[in-house]
């Protein structure tokens, strides 16, 4: 009679698998097994052939074979008789996979996946392992006595068993494959159809549950999409009619017309958002949310649950149902990520996989969720400094600048100031007495010279103050905010940013004081070269802005262009 061994790291392993074989072979052959952990191996083990139920229990065990004793390392496989209850588990459930070893729990994992049941979120547990997610279920091959204590729910589908190929090359070894072959084939045949049946059943269930899933998140998207995620602006609502601002604004029309990815960059305060929302409103997805998000907003801790979402349990504090990311809920819009710049390091990688991929993963699943969403980025930092001094990703940024869009500060739109003026003016005053131009009659040359470093949204408020500190009365230079009123004059008369602004600013201060003035003493003014200012003049004169007198007439602005200056 002809002897073999089984040899396992654990006591049950051992067990179970001498016992299968027995089953299959009755007393024709004689079968001993050991067990590393607790169990006492002989200093030489003698056999007919060695089977090592892991590649660990290999390592620790073959030298103490006997010289030129065959042996094998067996595959082993699920035992189809206990999966049926993995088919009871909700899917996306997140679960702990719980093994004697690291290796044997990944094993296991990869064996259940190739047999169709993927529907769960495996993670591999094993001794040793001191960190796992916070999960309440658990399923182990027979080993329970290593689930960890927090576990609520522990299934056990039995002790992996030796496989079907592994079988064959044991009996074909032993010289007996030919008596057993039909027998094994059987077995495994009927196993293995009993496994298709279940999951055949349960994939049934599941896409019928599947479908009454996605009909309830489509009405709860559309109720999302009607109630939170609009874009209100059109490009319409965008006021000024300097040639910088209005070349921005042919260019961002340029762009709603297509669905690629946008960088708007420009100084705070100049209306970043508001370009935005006219875009995504004249694109083919203005039915589509509108999803704002500022990273100077959201803390870093909280930035991947924001934006990617998270499922329930996936971390303390969570909500019980999970929640959707912004990502999700602007599934068929438009997202628009302000302040791309303060982006950290260590996000910028997630955000650039989901702007590849076109798919999101939550928090604590490992399912991925489709997504067709434009993405509309805005900054106020130079991202290519960034990106030289190592604070960007390099990648990040060009899969962002596809088109580029930058805006004009308010201090190169000298002609809008008090067209914009005015119109904060008729939003904040409640004095119908008085017009716009009578209110900023008395101010409008401090508002021409100032530079705006705060932009629109600084004008803004300089308008909301003056109309609540002067709702009855004219203001005056003394009322004007710290900042206005202590602007240098040498600081009003630089002129390297926008010389024609200046000339055109002077030339307005002039005619409202009834001041007489002309090329000579502008360019005094200035400090430019006369030479300078006689080409300024001729180009201001073709482009129908300033008429030039002879003799003491002097500079004027022309009726249709003076308004923009208060004149």
Known sequence: MKN????????????????????????????????????????????????????????????????DTPWLIARRSINYHEVGKLFTIPPNTDVLL????????????????????????????????????DIHVAITPGETRFVPTS?????????????????????????????????????????????????????????????????????????IQKNRYQASYTFADILGQSPELRHAIDIAKIFAETDSTVLIQAESGTGKE??????????????????????????????????????????????????????????????????????????????????????????????????????????????????KEGKFRQDLYYRLKVLPLELPPLHQRAGDVLLLARHFYKKYAHNDSMTADDFLAPIAHKLLFYRWPGNIRELENTMEYLCAICAHRLPTVNDLPRELREYQEEQQHDVSDSPKEAVLSSIAAANRNHTPIGRRSLAQELNLPENQVRQLLT????????IQQRGRGGLHLTTGFASHYGV
């Open 151 to 223: 576990i609520e729910s522990i299934i056990d589908i039995g002790t992996r068993l030796i496989d079907i190929t592994s079988l064959t090359e044991i009996l074909s070894h032993l010289g007996i494959l030919e008596h057993y072959a039909d027998f094994l084939s059987e077995e495994y045949i009927h196993d293995i159809i009993s496994v298709i049946k279940k999951s055949q059943d349960y994939k049934v269930e599941a896409q019928h549950l599947k479908q009454k899933i996605q009909r309830l998140e489509i009405t709860a998207q559309k109720k």
């Open 539 to 546: 180009d201001l004169v073709q482009e129908g802005k300033v």
């Open 4 to 67: 073999i061994v089984v040899i396992a790291m654990g006591q049950e392993t051992s067990y179970v698998c001498r016992e299968q074989l027995q089953q299959l072979l009755g007393a024709r052959i004689n079968i001993t097994d050991y067990y590393v952990r607790g169990g006492t191996l002989p200093p030489k083990i003698h056999a007919d052939f060695s089977i090592f139920l892991s590649p660990t229990a290999y390592r620790a065990v073959s030298s103490r074979l006997a010289a």
């Open 274 to 387: 508001l370009f935005a929302q006219s875009i995504h409103t004249a694109s083919e997805r203005r039915n589509g949310p509108f999803v704002a998000v500022n990273f100077a907003a959201i803390t870093e801790s909280l930035l991947e649950s924001e934006l990617f979402g998270y499922v329930e349990g996936s971390f303390t504090g969570a909500s019980r149902h999970g929640s959707p990311g912004l990502f999700e809920q602007a599934h068929t819009g438009t997202i628009f990520l302000d302040e791309i710049g303060d982006a950290p390091l260590s996000f910028q990688v997630k955000l650039l996989r989901v702007l590849q991929e076109h798919e999101v993963r939550r928090i604590g699943s490992s399912a991925t969720i489709p997504i067709d969403v434009r993405v509309i980025a805005a900054t106020n930092r130079n991202l290519y400094q960034m990106v």
């Open 98 to 133: 719980v093994n004697d070893l690291p290796e044997s729990a990944t094993e296991t994992i990869a064996a259940l996946q190739a047999l169709g049941i993927d529907h769960l979120n495996y993670y591999p547990y094993a001794p040793g392992m001191h960190e796992h997610p």
